[in-house]
RNA sequence: GCGGAUGUGGCGGAAUGGUAGACGCUACAGACUUAAAAUCUGUUGUCCUUUUGGGCGUGCGGGUUCGAGUCCCGCCAUCCGCACCA
């Protein structure tokens, strides 16, 4: 074997991205005429470091990126910060440090971090959402869909701490207590700014069906989340009145089994009862306590307070239900009333049982048909209705739609179509965010702050000593005279969400133009981007939020563009094995030895053990710094590693050993780029393979089955290695190269200089992509599975296409087969053309 | 509580209803070397068998089918999300 030169990243890495750099290799064209590609990673936070989790994410948009580069597109793939958010706030605090500043060099830092990776990004357009050039126009943005009626202001509920007197995100409530103060958390109401995602909800449901190239799981998280669902809204009447409660269900069939009433702690009724009863404002206070999730609401134990209210039954007014008020009723959905039907729904069971009310069965379980009602389990199964007077009989269908009929004839309920969906309340109670372009004047009201005095700019002398919001204590920045009358007014002190700035980030870069938020015939000649990737945890809120900015903007008629993003792929994790001592601290990877199965501490000789792969995280100290590895391994091995082993969607487990074998293939296919014979002669089987293999790594990146990509590359370096030198051979190596660029691209560049294959000053990040000859692809031999029932018994090596009596005949006479038959008659024989014959018997 | 997903050798994983374990990692044996590293060759699901070979194997239990990792029904286990983390 030849003696080549190791491959240097050290020295390769560096040297081809200053090449592409110089050459402008992936900026973008907006007037290119060429197919367009719009490849999309999440953008980052920039917290300070970049994670591997991110060096996973972009690795794979950088191979679909380059890969549609060398296949003939016009790519667009930019980068950018989502720079606002609580941990510039936290390291304010922290550090002493402000947010911007803190922001700021970690974008530095990051960007640096990136550009070592060889990612094929267009830089030319970064943006971060912390600078005025980004959040003005998101502004503008909000101000527009102010004007269309589409944001609106109302009270809603926040975590409370009561000590340090703030607001707390969900985050920050550890176990119903804030995580500074330690003290109970409380929910609180605050007047707080929402868009009417609402108005959208059967758009953004139906709009679903159309995003084929979505995982199915992620559509159904969203269909979930929108929650449409039919029912019957009717008025429960207080006893000789008109007044009553509204109570929205999807179980009229079961009126008949109703046994109270339920009302959330917010409901007039019960917030007017409560003015004259001390002892139900305490349980309205004790509602209140505990957090704002959906989690902490619903395994809260189920708590009620007899209001000593009754209302009429509708369909029959001599039949009275209390009334309670109860902690698992919610006043965002719905009317923020239920009536319990203890018999049919878990929940109402527990309460039912709880507070001693009838249980009536009005939904038979098979041919129990009791009115009685046994057990602690409800039935929620379809049946036939019965104690029902003249429903007794129906299906749970039928009756409901009579019970709706019934109502909507006799004028005290309606049909209706509820959703889950809640509007999006973007107030957030925070300096480090997009001041929310509003005056509140005494006079008018809310005021928008007019175009001509965009950006509202966040103020600089800020101080993070005291807990709140900055904006709220600053002495003069929300000091401002109405824009209408001119009297003295006062900003708002909210800022928006920050899932508000990734709403619109990818309209951004495909135009930026400096007056306004994007050009729209710029921006619809690039959207929908044609591949987003990103982790899994945003497949509800960023996706849906990002889906209804859009459609809001195409709703008031600035773009044409109904959803965004037309393919999505999220991918898994990046974890590692955790290691701790004998008191459970936790300790680094490399910090513990392996010596067989026992693992020790370096430093001292104590033994160590191993835990859990879990994902990558500080605190359990199993992290890895892409910096240290890219410096260890270059950038290419670290980018072999994204795309090997584990399917990109499942977590990919971070091992030394695994980035070793990364390193060793690299230099692998260095060496077989030197190994170019300039030999003469054909090799039939390896041109097959090797147009095999460009035919199938082509369809597994467009498919980001990256995992199989790899697998082929290392079986065509495996053919190529075990062959003879042949002109064949030597066509393999270049073409090899060429497959492998989008995955290690300085490795590419590197070895197509060496090869020649550069003399016209080409490089092979503008190489195209190498054509599949079909011809090649036909196989002349084909290998066919004998199966005596349904047993793998022999297998044949016959010419393809061998007419199917042949074949039978072949696979009987087999020696093997007719062990296997031993004499019993043949039924019949099932034969798949070139592929497996089964005898049965 | 509600919702979603996953389960195949020692490990990560392949497999249009048609030869289970491609490819990689690990481990072991051998070659080269004064030695090590690097590299190369081979073996590596499991049990039985002297061999040819055979039995069993895709979380568990059923079913459909000539044929099931794949389709259907019912379990079990694990992981993830739940509206103010991004």
């Given amino acids: 074997m030849t003696n080549v030169e190791r491959f240097n990243p050290h020295v390769a890495d560096a040297r081809w991205q200053k090449i592409w750099e110089e050459r402008s290799s992936f900026v973008a064209d907006d007037n290119s005429t060429k197919p367009r590609a719009y490849v999309l990673e999440m953008f980052p936070y920039p917290s ?87 959040y003005g126009h998101e502004q503008a943005l909000f101000l527009k869909l102010y004007a269309a009626g589409l944001v609106y202001r109302k009270e809603s509920a926040v975590n409370w701490d009561p000590v340090d007197m703030t607001v707390l995100a969900n985050e920050q409530v550890i176990d119903g207590k804030g995580w500074r103060s330690g003290a109970p958390v409380e929910r609180r109401k605050l007047s707080q700014w929402f868009l009417k995602i609402t108005d959208f909800a059967e758009e953004l449901l139906v709009g679903l069906g159309s995003l084929d190239q979505w995982p199915d799981k992620v559509r159904l998280m969203q269909e979930n989340w929108i929650g449409k669902s039919q029912g019957l809204k009717c008025r429960f009447r207080f006893p000789g009145g008109d007044d009553g409660i509204d109570v929205f269900t999807t179980r009229p069939d079961t009126m008949f089994g109703a046994s109270f009433i339920a009302i959330a702690a917010d409901h007039p009724v019960a917030q007017k009862l409560a003015a004259n009863a001390p002892d139900l404002q305490d349980f309205i206070a004790e509602c209140r306590k505990g957090g704002t999730t959906a989690a902490d609401i619903e395994t809260a134990e189920k708590l009620g307070f007899n209001t000593g209210l009754t ?223 990103g982790g899994v945890e945003h497949a509800i809120l960023h996706l849906l939020y990002a889906r209804f900015w859009t459609r809001a903007l195409s709703h008031i008629g600035m773009i ?32 513990v030895r392996r010596d067989g199965d026992i693992w020790t501490i370096i430093d001292s000789g104590a033994p160590a053990v191993a835990g859990r792969i879990e994902k990558m995280s500080k605190s359990k100290k199993n992290v890895v710094d892409p910096d240290d590895i890219v410096d260890q ?110 995955m290690v691209p300085h490795l590419a560049e590197e070895a197509w200089t060496q090869l020649g294959a550069a003399s016209g000053g080409g490089i092979i990040a503008d190489a195209p992509w190498p054509q599949v000859n079909p011809d090649l692809l036909v196989e002349d031999e084909v290998t066919i599975a004998i199966q005596v029932k349904g047993k793998l018994r022999d297998t044949l090596t016959v010419a393809k296409g061998l007419p199917q009596t042949e074949v039978e005949a072949l696979a009987l006479a087999s020696q093997k087969v007719q062990h296997a038959i031993d004499g019993a008659d043949i039924r019949k024989i099932i034969v798949v053309p070139d592929r497996l014959v089964n005898i049965v018997l």
């Fill in 48 to 134: 300070g470091r970049i994670h591997i989790g991110h060096v996973r994410n972009y690795t794979m948009g950088d191979v679909l990126a380059r890969y549609k580069r060398m296949t003939g597109h016009e790519v667009l793939h930019p980068m950018g910060w989502d720079a606002f958010g609580m941990p510039a706030e936290n390291a304010a605090m922290e550090k002493k440090v402000h947010p911007g500043g803190w922001t700021r060099d970690n974008i530095a830092n990051m960007k640096a971090q990136l550009k070592r990776l060889g990612f094929a990004i267009d830089w030319t357009r970064e943006l971060a959402t912390c600078e005025p050039e980004y």
């Fill in 311 to 533: 209302v009429e039954h509708p369909l029959d007014p001599s039949w009275h239900l209390p009334v309670y008020v109860a902690n698992f009723v919610l006043m965002d959905y719905g009317t923020g009333a239920v009536f319990g039907c203890p018999a049919h729904d878990q929940r109402d069971l527990d309460f039912a049982r709880k507070y001693h009310l009838p249980v009536t069965r009005v939904v038979a379980d098979g041919d129990v048909t009791d009115s009685s009602f046994e057990g602690n389990v409800a039935y929620t199964n379809p049946g036939v209705i019965v104690n029902s007077h003249w429903m007794n009989g129906m299906t749970v269908d039928q009756a409901k739609a009579d019970v709706i009929a019934k109502a909507e004839k006799e004028g005290w309920g309606q049909g209706q179509t509820q959703y889950r969906l809640r509007d999006w309340g973007v107030s957030r109670q925070r300096y480090w965010g997009t001041p929310i372009p509003i005056i509140h004047c005494q006079a008018c009201g809310a005021v928008p702050v007019p175009n001509d005095q965009l950006p509202v700019k966040l103020p600089e002398d800020v101080s993070f000593d005291i807990p709140g919001n900055p904006l709220d204590r600053h002495p003069t920045w929300s000091k401002v005279d109405c824009p209408k009358c001119h009297q003295e007014a006062r900003r708002e002190t909210d800022t928006l969400d920050t899932f508000v700035d990734s709403s619109w980030y990818f309209i951004r870069f495909a135009s930026q133009p400096h007056d306004k938020p994007f050009d729209r015939a710029a921006a619809e000649k690039w959207l929908p981007v044609d591949q987003y990737i």
């Fill in 560 to 591: 044409d563009v109904k959803e965004p993003f037309a393919s999505l792929f999220t991918q898994g994790m990046v974890t590692h094995q955790t290691y701790q001592d004998a008191k459970g601290t936790w300790l680094s990877p490399d910090q």
């Fill in 633 to 742: 391994y270059g950038a290419d091995a670290v980018r072999w590693f994204m795309l090997s082993d584990s399917p990109p969607e499942r977590d990919l487990e971070w091992s030394e050993a695994g980035i070793e074998g990364c390193w060793r293939f690299v230099q692998r296919l260095w060496r077989l780029t030197s190994q170019v014979s300039g030999a003469d002669g054909v090799d039939k089987a390896l041109d097959r393979k090797t147009h095999q293999i460009i035919a199938g790594v082509g369809a597994d990146i467009e498919a980001l089955a990256f995992n199989k990509a790899v697998a082929k590359i290392y079986d065509l370096a495996n053919a190529i290695e075990k062959a003879a030198p042949s002109a064949s051979r030597d066509t393999a190596i270049r073409t090899i190269v060429t497959l492998s660029a989008p």
